[in-house]
């Protein structure tokens, strides 16, 4: 599998930093996993095959993971690029995104649902145990402590390399548990510290995790503005000997 990361920030606006979004190549497809308002725009500008992307993965209802969708199935019913397209569209995400989407659909005649290709949309509950995101590419789930709907996933190809995605998330022994010897841990580390919410990990919380689940490599992100300056990468070897990487908009990892 090949990862580029789409947006290593959060909600906050920053220069560098788009919201979050993740681009995953597998070899049962192409897999967006979270649509924040940047990602359309921002797999253009990696030059991704966005116009055949075969699915999108929505982790929670903050608008920073989620808004980009509406944008998204409303940039695709347009481009040229897409209107010779017949390749079902798979979307896959917690509890609430069809209202989300329904919500946006009805404000206006968008016809978001009505696409020069199929969009199949499925919302995932974590008793629903296994499912599979795209033929050959197995799927789980795990609620995380963040928001009511909030989820976790972790992706598992036919060769067996694996990748979680924690999404947004505070401290959770569960979750290194679920995450256990992953290939790549992609894991919130909002803060540095001093956190000033439980909802999300700041770097002894995200490295506590890491020596749990002893991922073979560490990718941190949503990194808010506080992460400025300051040199994720050592503090983390301070914390946990492994493969820690700060993530950055435009980095290419190979799984
Ligand atoms: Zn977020
Ligand atoms: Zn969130």
Not at 52 to 67: P, T, Y
Not at 153 to 160: A, S, V
Not at 166 to 192: H, K, N, P
Not at 196 to 221: F, S, Y
Request: charged content about 25%.
């Amino acid at each position: 599998m090949k990862l580029v990361v789409l947006g290593s920030g959060t909600s906050v606006p920053h220069p560098r930093r788009a919201s979050a979004a993740f681009w995953l190549e597998t070899s049962a497809g192409s897999l967006l996993l979270d649509c924040s308002a940047d990602a359309a725009h921002r797999m253009a500008e990696e030059n991704l095959n966005w116009s055949n992307l075969d699915a999108v993965w929505i982790s929670h209802l903050h608008l920073d993971h989620c808004v980009g969708l509406a944008s998204l199935l409303f940039g695709l019913k347009w481009a040229p690029q897409t209107q010779g397209r017949r390749k079902l569209l798979k979307i896959y995400g917690c509890e609430g995104i069809k209202k989300l989407l329904r919500a946006i659909d009805d404000s206006n005649d968008y016809g978001l649902f009505e696409q020069p290709f199929p969009i199949e949309l499925h919302e995932v509950l974590v008793s629903d145990g296994d499912f599979e995101l795209l033929p050959g590419l197995r799927a789980k789930t795990f609620s995380t402590p963040h928001t009511r709907e909030s989820l976790a996933i972790r992706i598992t190809d036919n060769d067996g390399a694996s990748v979680v995605y924690s999404s947004d998330t505070g401290y959770s022994e569960e979750l290194a548990s679920f995450a256990r010897e992953v290939d790549l841990l992609i894991l919130e580390c909002s803060f540095w510290r001093n956190k000033p919410t439980a909802k999300h990990l700041e770097l002894v919380d995200a490295m506590r995790i890491a020596r749990l689940a002893e991922p073979r490599t560490l990718l941190l992100t949503h990194l808010y503005p506080e992460w400025d300056g300051i040199d994720l990468e050592s503090k983390a070897k301070e914390l946990w000997p492994g493969i820690t990487i700060e993530a950055w908009d435009g980095l290419r990892l190979e799984i």
